[in-house]
């Protein structure tokens, strides 16, 4: 528990019920018999102000960290912000791991292979998803030079972790999850793109092919492309680009699986080319680092800084939050204990946050601006790059304060002349799936799945939801009843309802009501103000064709997006999201 007391007079946090089941089951801190040994309140006091604490290291701030704990306690428990699931459930404990997300090398030879499986470990055990790139693995079948036996290959390898993974719950909180990343050019490609087939096979990994230039070009042209077995160089065979990039496409309209990554993308805005290059993103694909890189990430609740009056956004304190929460973050850097000494070494080195957003389609219902139009995207690039220039803006004041990252004089910031920041990258746009659960918001910038649905939260348990904002026009409208709910639930849409003027279908659209392209569209005007990646699926009808997947993945690498994830309704793995068709 939390050493530093807690001050008289804190508001308490007005929490839905679906809040408080979520935090009182997974982040209130557990005695030896699993009883809870705080409040609500005390969780997130111990968050608040063992965060800010860490400002005591800093001669230079401005702030006396018992003040700033006040005003941090205010930002969290009034939803216009909060950190990400580990710095909730560890900050001020003697766990004290608060990363979200975690990329591991896997280098080529056994010793090498077993030591990233238990450094996977160690970080599921403290809350954070792993990612790994098994790209330098030598294919199944080469020889192994120490015994004369043919070597396994990466998929075979990928089943290890995936079975250690089942078996090391996080914390007792959340199960591990795992990226696995390939480069196209491998010669396992074939059986990467495949490993999904199998229902269950692989079920704690998410899967994403790293396309190259090359590669794509290839697609372009119709041509082969070459094979290289990574720990030889050597060239092992060629394949025709089309004939991938289509089983590719089949196996993610049977499944969702392999997503893409466009890895040559990614590294054209790695902001320190000369640690290397980065293989591999995080579990969800909305942060890529590099070996031995974590980062913490934190979501700014967008549904909050609507102002009724102007009926616009709240811009003064959207920035100041921005300001806090930058500090916040970087604070939790040096708060956080990291599981191993290299990866201490490289977060401190390079001190990435991601500043991120959630509630956006809940903003978008309350400024009456539909998702799927061009208002909408204006109004995304405007808010993300006003998220990211005030980012910068307050990374540049740490900097002042707390000098740069150390890594500074090697990054492009300083090539560029852009001028000394205290953090490699400032924005990322995260799922948050449970942190918007917790705020009662839409997660992440993804629209409404429904406007009332049943949300699986985990072990088979459900909780019912109905949008507050959708609630409230209907009421004002005198169109609410419980019965309505119970329709529009079952049918997860609006738009088939007679009954529903069509200002309200037009404002009200979900997943399924939103074409693949506006899906994209969204996504890429987040992502051209991210320095990092951007979370988001790209949802389908069950009738969706091979050809609508080949035509996204197309368009996100047209539009600049650094990856895509498509998930076709209906198809065969568990959706954490459902509508609640009842019948
Ligand atoms: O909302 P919350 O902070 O719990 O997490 P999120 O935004 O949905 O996911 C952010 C990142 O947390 C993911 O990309 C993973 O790196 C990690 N994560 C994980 O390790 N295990 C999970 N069960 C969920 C998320």
């Known amino acids: 528990m939390s050493k530093n007391k807690m001050p008289s007079g804190l508001k308490e946090p007005q929490l839905t019920r679906n809040a408080e089941i979520v935090l009182k089951k997974r982040y209130l801190r557990k005695g030896p018999n699993g009883e809870s040994i705080e409040d609500i309140k005390g969780l997130f006091w111990r968050v608040a102000s063992s965060v800010a604490k860490e400002e005591q290291k800093y001669e230079a701030s401005p702030y006396n960290w018992e003040e700033l704990a006040k005003i941090f306690y205010e930002m969290i428990t009034s939803f216009k912000f909060l950190p990400n699931s580990p710095t909730l459930m560890n900050a001020g404990t003697k766990l004290g791991q608060l990363a979200a997300c975690f990329v591991l090398p896997v280098e080529d030879s056994m010793e090498a292979i077993f030591d990233a499986l238990k450094y996977a470990a160690l970080i599921h055990k403290s809350g954070g998803g792993t990612g790994f790139s098994f790209s330098r693995l030598r294919p199944k079948n080469s020889r192994v030079g120490s015994t004369g036996g043919v070597a396994s290959g990466p998929v075979s390898f990928m089943k290890i972790f995936n079975t250690a993974t089942e078996q090391v719950k996080q914390g007792g909180t ?84 392999p997503g893409i990554i466009f890895l040559d993308r990614i590294n054209r805005d790695n902001p320190t080319p000369k640690q290397g290059e980065i293989e591999s993103t995080n579990p969800c694909g909305e942060q890529p680092l590099l070996p031995y890189e974590a980062c913490n990430l934190g979501s700014i609740n967008l549904a909050k800084f609507y102002d009724p009056k102007k009926q616009d956004i709240n811009w003064q304190e959207l920035k100041t939050t921005i300001h806090l929460a930058v500090r916040f973050l970087d604070n ?40 799927n139009s061009q208002q909408a995207l204006k109004l995304a690039e405007q808010v993300m790059s006003f998220i990211q220039t005030e980012s910068k803006a307050a990374s540049k004041c740490l900097a002042q304060e707390r000098g740069p990252f150390p890594a500074y004089k090697e990054s492009i910031y300083y090539e560029k002349k852009l001028g000394p920041y205290r953090n490699a990258t400032t924005t990322t746009i995260a799922p948050t799936g449970t942190l918007s659960i917790i705020a ?116 996100a690498y047209e539009l600049g997006c650094k990856g895509v ?16 068709k009842a019948d």
């Open 332 to 371: 939790v850097i040096d708060a956080s204990k990291y599981p191993l000494p290299q990866i201490t070494e490289k977060v401190h080195l390079n001190r990435k946050i991601g500043l991120g957003v959630m509630g956006w389609a809940d903003l978008l219902f309350q400024l009456k601006v539909p998702y």
């Open 565 to 580: 994830t498509v998930y076709r309704d209906g198809c065969k793995n568990a959706q954490v999201l459902c509508t609640g």
């Open 440 to 555: 009662a918001c839409s997660s992440g910038i993804e629209p409404l799945f429904a406007l009332s649905f049943v949300r699986n939260v985990m072990d088979g348990e459900t909780l019912v939801e109905v949008n507050p904002y959708f609630e409230s026009v209907l009421k004002q409208k005198g169109l609410y009843s419980p019965k309505l709910m119970e329709e529009v639930a079952k049918k997860g849409s609006i738009q088939k309802l007679d009954f529903i003027p069509e200002e309200i279908k037009r404002v009200f659209v979900t997943a399924m009501d939103i074409e693949p392209e506006y899906h994209l569209k969204m996504q890429a005007a987040f992502q051209k103000y991210t320095d990092n990646a951007v979370s988001k699926t790209v949802n389908l009808p069950n009738s969706a064709t091979q050809e609508d997947i080949w035509n996204i993945y197309w368009l």
């Open 174 to 257: 959340r199960r591990g999850a795992n990226m696995g990343i390939l480069r196209v050019d491998h010669p396992d490609i074939l059986d990467f793109i495949k490993a999904k087939e199998r229902d269950g096979e692989l079920n704690n990994f998410n899967l994403s092919v790293a396309l190259t230039e090359d590669f794509i070009q290839a697609v372009e042209k119709d041509e082969e492309y070459e094979l290289v077995s990574p720990h030889r160089k050597e060239v092992k065979g060629k394949l025709k680009a089309r004939e991938v990039f289509s089983l590719l496409v089949q196996k993610a309209w049977e499944s969702g699986d």
